[in-house]
């Protein structure tokens, strides 16, 4: 039977291969082939910016990048399910690509041989192959491997890009880069050298735009602290918020107060709580629930609105009561449900808030604290101490488990692994991992908690700093020389650009799991292997014996 869709980009695949039918996340055939046709056109607006750039042609740089982190960010895993806004976006791509074409035609600027440009008045044909091409057209593996580790690197960035451009960081630099990128992995004839060097770029301006956006998270709403979060539950009527987006929970802090509604976080909008300027808000109660894949069942149990500013949807059962009361924003969506859009860089949240006032206050799940906001400054904060402890040995090593949680039951180990390790090593967090084991009360070493969470899945350039730090303290000739263990669970397409970045610093012997991406070929997995020391999970005895 032929493939009625094809999607790779996320670890759970169908059959850890390609989804050919439906989407395991939920992505029906139709909405997959409008996410392909919208990455076309985002492909043909990177590629004709990357030659008006080349040829320093002014134009209006600031919206297509705009556009291209919008769509990106769009076709993420579990981002957007509403063909009507995916089509949207691919209507508006359209438009600005004729814009563009007409601004290169004005300028002589000759696009490349691969694509043709035929201008006649006010009607543009562009025919380009290169950007129509799928991802199963491309024979060569390896070749396929390689642009598709760039373009899904490419959509971490461009979701990372969203959140620090709302904040006003911009960086022309990353636009620039980006639509480079897609300029070579549309180029039918770009050799393997000039793929592999893309992804390996594209893993430098991952550095890049996690760096963007930890200075405008921290120069918002100041350096993350050590923080007690409350997950049980007031009396209160509330609204939970997930997803990501800082900007979009401070609107709502701001026109929830005095209303009588509190606020809780979700998934990886806990690391909220750390930060002095947001924290400040009384009626930040908690936060509600665990990672995004039990939000069905905790959404239920809630009882008011929740809010999506970002990606983690997992569509809702028939049955399911909660889905009348679910909103998006930004690049999210989902059939049905309202979409909140911003308006001179802010949202309103008035039926939000109107519709909490007339639910029941959230029913108790879980009760207690979890203590987190050990984000770089916060570490540097404790050096001595930490310094003091690995030279006495009562630190003995730092694991890395930053990274995605998920369904699958083999993910179990890294709950197991945790549990697992001597009690003399320390695991630095980030992202939503963190619910495997943040709530297991494994202790700490002289005072120094076991489990050191530095906030969302962005926050992982927390410990490339602190690595790097370490490695100036210890006087260590290489950051591969500290008592540093990277073994991360991946997910979706923002833990690649994380990986490619910490590659592009030279960090080396990283571990994935709990499987190997599907779009890694053999001979890219080699490449990784030979170079970089990329290797993946096998038993929790076995692992540790080795490693730690």
């Not at 044909?125 to 373009?151: A, I």
């Not at 107060?257 to 400040?280: C, F, I, N, R």
């Not at 049905?336 to 802010?346: A, F, M, S, T, V």
Request: aromatic share 10%; with cysteine; hydrophobic share 40%.
């Amino acid at each position: 039977m032929e493939n009625q869709m094809f999607c790779f980009q996320c670890q759970e695949t169908a059959k850890g291969t390609g989804c050919t039918v439906r989407g395991v996340c939920g992505k029906l055939p139709e909405t997959s082939r409008w996410m392909d046709l919208l990455l076309s056109v985002v492909r043909g607006v990177g590629t004709i910016g990357h030659y008006l750039n080349d040829h320093n042609v002014e134009y209006n740089l600031e919206e297509a990048g705009d556009f291209i982190v919008d769509a990106l960010f769009a076709t993420i895993t579990n981002a957007n399910f509403d063909d009507q806004a995916l089509l949207s976006k691919v209507d508006r791509g359209i438009e600005l690509k004729k814009a563009l074409l007409k601004t290169a035609f004005e300028h002589d600027v000759v696009l490349p041989a691969y694509q043709e440009v035929k201008w006649g008045g006010e009607k543009a044909e562009y025919v380009d192959e290169g950007n129509r091409e799928t991802v199963l057209r491309n024979t060569d593996p390896d070749q396929r491997s390689l642009k598709e580790l760039t373009v899904l690197g490419l959509k971490g960035m461009a979701a990372y890009y969203e959140h620090a451009a709302r904040l006003g960081k911009r960086n022309e630099e990353i636009i620039r880069f980006m639509m480079k990128a897609l300029a070579t992995i549309s180029n039918p004839e770009a050799d393997q050298q000039t793929l592999l060097a893309t992804v390996l770029e594209t893993g430098k301006y991952g550095v890049d735009v996690m760096a963007l956006l930890d200075a405008a998270n921290t120069g918002a709403y100041g350096n993350p602290e050590i923080t007690k979060v409350n997950i049980g539950v007031g009396k209160r009527p509330g609204i939970l918020i997930s997803g990501h987006d800082l900007h979009d929970l401070e609107d709502l802090l701001k026109q929830t107060e005095g209303t009588g509604v509190d606020v809780y976080t979700h998934g990886e909008m806990l690391s909220a709580h750390y930060y002095p300027q947001l924290k400040k808000y009384k009626h930040l109660v908690g936060n509600y629930g665990n990672a995004w894949w039990k939000q069905r069942e905790e959404f239920e149990t809630f009882n008011g609105p929740i809010v999506f500013t970002t990606n983690c949807i997992v569509p809702p059962t028939p049955k399911a009561t909660y889905k009348d009361r679910v909103f998006t924003t930004n690049s999210t969506g989902f059939p049905g449900w309202k979409h909140i859009e911003e308006k001179n860089g802010h949202k309103d949240f008035s039926e939000v808030i109107e519709m909490a006032k007339h639910c029941q206050a959230p029913t108790e799940i879980e009760h207690g604290e979890i203590i987190g906001g050990f984000a770089h400054a916060q570490v540097f904060a404790l050096a001595d101490k930490i310094v003091e402890a690995v030279k006495s040995g009562a630190i003995k090593k730092f694991v890395v488990m930053g990274g995605c949680d998920g369904r699958m039951k083999s993910r179990n180990y890294y709950a197991d692994f945790a549990k697992a390790l001597p009690k003399d090593v320390v695991i630095l967090t980030s992202g939503c991992a963190k619910y495997k084991y943040n709530k297991l009360g494994l202790g700490d070493i002289n005072g120094i908690p076991r489990v050191l969470d530095a906030g969302q899945c962005n926050d992982s350039y927390s410990w490339a700093v602190v690595a790097l730090k370490l490695k100036e303290i210890f006087g260590a000739n290489d950051i591969n020389d500290l008592p540093i263990f990277f073994n991360i669970a991946w997910y979706e397409q923002k833990a690649v650009i994380v990986l490619l970045a910490l590659l592009s610093l030279g960090v080396k012997n990283i571990h994935i799991g709990p499987t190997l991406p599907a779009f890694v070929s053999e001979g890219v997995l080699k490449v990784l292997v030979d170079n970089f020391g990329l290797g993946t999970i096998s038993t929790v005895e076995e692992d540790i014996e080795k490693y730690i």
